[in-house]
């Protein structure tokens, strides 16, 4: 039997779902005002959303690091609530991760909410729904796929990130040492079998939440043309 | 006298609206136009979803918009049913969901308009459990008026409903559209591009061009106006009657049409004796005779009349309107030659002939 430690695995799922709630909650309004917007600063904010696809996850990281420090932007005012720094936390992993993950929530949603258009929602308007009620009851729903593609994609997406993680969070075991550290690590001192294991388990449970995802999205029964 | 008033100036950069209507909040008011005169914008400022620079509309004493005032009621709290070009229903909710959304979020004090009544009305009931999608396009739009209906709307605000539709489907909703107002008694702005329609539907009607209203008012009056040539395309230009059917001629197969100057003859009509029929007499269809004619003519309907005002006379066209008198407005489309030869003026008695009568395809057997 391989002496494995499952806390990274524990870890990083821990961190990729933080990361994906978060994503939502901020993507979702970043979405919806690419999406209806008229504004001139909307090819702006589509190009910052975009960024984290082309730079190398190190620049995203350095800068991150920056601005999660002590004194940095981010870390100063939150060390001024808190009481502690970020970087080097799981908290400033989750931060770090939901810039590095943007883009693949916002795209699919920017998309979603666009298909969707106004129509529907000056229907539902019309019908006496309020804009929040409408953006529940009409939206959403009509967007479910595009949710669906940026919860995988977000999900996935995290899963995967090193050089951010590398950068930001350091390999403190419990606290930032997430998965695709631990298989460096392990690469590193030459423990093949453990390094084998976790890449394993990591392509077969990214395959498997795909596949089961492609799966239910084909027989959503929603029709949105 | 319920009145909707409305008055917007909005201006876009290729095209500026410019509108102040004021007509009884009862019935349906046609707005009629060309494409691109703005009656779908009107339309939208009327519901709110458009917000003109100033404006103010009030319905019945309810004052939705006033921006000397700098009220605005948002179209969520006015109490609106909209019917737009395309059904928009939604495509998750099946069709019980899709009419039951307005409905749940109208008061259940306000609530005035059963599910059963509009499903009987509109002939929907086999359609509940299905999803939009599974529907004909005459369905869908179904589906959609009887949404909007059931949030029990005190106004109806149609966008071409049945544009999107084909003859055949058209003809098989305009009856469900004429039911909506004796039904439910409520005043419903419809807007088309199809005269067919507006003459079928409207009681009143507002004329659209470029923008601005070129004539509003009851329908037989605006209809029985001349100078209407830049507003209506010649093919639809005539007055309107308002008949009652007297008596079917089963050996000749003609129907005996009584209006308030007499008698029409039209080719059978498959109605009621006692139905009330409106029809439309196109301008090209009537000539004028000075005297009635020695020999037998052909034509059916020959009536007497008395002539009530000449049309504009242009030099650079053939035709001018004349505006007679048969107990109810006539138009009648002639030369200027045959004015001159005619001698026409206004007061003279002369005799009508009418060589067809537009009648609206049978649609509500």
């Known amino acids: 039997m391989i002496d494995l430690d499952l806390g990274p695995l524990w870890l990083t799922l821990q961190l990729a779902g933080a990361t994906v709630i978060v994503l939502l909650l901020v993507g979702t309004p970043i979405a919806w005002w690419l999406a209806f917007t008229s504004s001139r600063l909307r090819t702006i904010v589509e190009a910052i959303v975009a960024l984290p696809i082309v730079l190398p996850p190190t620049v995203l990281g350095f800068y991150l690091l920056i601005a999660l420090g002590p004194h940095g932007l981010i870390g100063g005012i939150w060390k001024d609530f808190t009481g502690s720094a970020l970087s080097f936390t799981f908290t400033g992993l989750v931060i770090a991760s939901t810039f590095y993950s943007l883009p693949f929530v916002v795209q699919p949603l920017h998309g979603a909410f666009e298909a969707v258009g106004r129509k529907p929602l000056e229907a539902a308007w019309a019908l006496g729904a309020s804009k929040l009620d409408t953006f529940f009851t009409v939206a959403s729903p009509m967007a479910i796929r595009g949710y669906l593609t940026a919860i995988v994609l977000g999900f996935a997406h995290t899963l995967g990130e090193f050089g951010v993680v590398l950068m930001v969070g350091g390999n403190i075991p419990g606290q930032t040492k997430v998965l695709s550290i631990a298989i460096y690590d392990h690469v590193e001192t030459l423990e093949y079998a453990q390094a084998h294991t976790l890449s394993a388990g990591l392509l077969i449970f990214s395959f498997l939440v795909l596949l089961a995802v492609y799966t239910a999205n084909r027989r959503l029964p929603l029709q949105v043309t | ?365």
């Open chain 2, 1 to 365: 006298m319920n009145q909707l008033a409305a008055k917007f100036d909005l201006a876009f950069p290729s095209f500026h609206l410019h509108v102040n209507m004021n007509v009884p909040a009862e019935g349906i008011t046609a707005v009629f136009g060309p494409s691109g005169c703005g009656k779908t914008t009107f339309l939208r400022c009327l519901a709110g979803l458009e917000r003109a620079a100033a404006g103010s509309m009030t319905m019945n004493n309810h004052i939705w918009q006033d921006d000397s005032q700098g009220i605005f009621v948002p179209l969520t709290q006015r109490s609106v049913g909209y019917v737009f070009q395309e059904p928009r229903l939604f495509p998750h909710l099946n069709v019980r969901a899709n009419l039951q959304y307005g409905w749940k979020r109208t008061l259940e004090s306000a609530r005035r308009i059963t599910l059963d009544q509009v499903i009987k009305v509109l002939d929907i009931e086999r359609l509940l459990d299905r999803r939009p999608h599974s529907l004909s396009g005459g369905e869908q739009q179904r589906v959609a008026i009887g949404r909007a209906l059931l949030t029990s709307p005190q106004l109806l605000l149609m966008d071409e409903p049945l544009s999107s539709l084909d003859l055949q489907r058209k003809q098989e909703i305009l009856p469900f559209i004429h039911k909506l107002d004796s039904e439910f008694h409520i005043p419903i702005v419809y807007v088309s591009h199809d005269l067919h329609e507006i003459v079928e539907l409207a009681k009143t009607v507002v004329l659209l061009k470029e923008g601005k209203v070129a004539a509003s008012g009851p329908i037989e009056e605006v209809f029985s106006q001349l100078n209407l040539r830049h507003l209506i395309p010649e093919n639809h230009l005539g007055a309107l009657v308002e008949t009652t059917i007297v008596e079917h001629d089963q050996e000749f197969g003609l129907t005996t049409l009584k209006f308030p100057g007499g008698h029409l003859q039209v080719p059978h009509q498959n109605r009621h004796i006692g139905e009330r029929l409106r029809v439309q007499i196109l301008a090209k269809d009537v000539s004028i005779i000075s005297s009635p004619p020695s020999f037998q003519t052909s034509v059916l309907n020959l009536l007497e009349a008395s002539v009530l005002e000449i049309g504009e006379v242009k030099p650079e066209h053939p035709f001018v309107d004349i505006k007679l008198d048969i107990g109810c407005p006539l138009l009648a489309t002639i030369t200027r030659k045959s004015l001159t030869t005619l001698k026409l003026h206004s007061g003279q008695r002369v005799h009508a002939q009418i060589k067809a009568v537009a009648l609206s395809p049978e649609t509500h057997q």
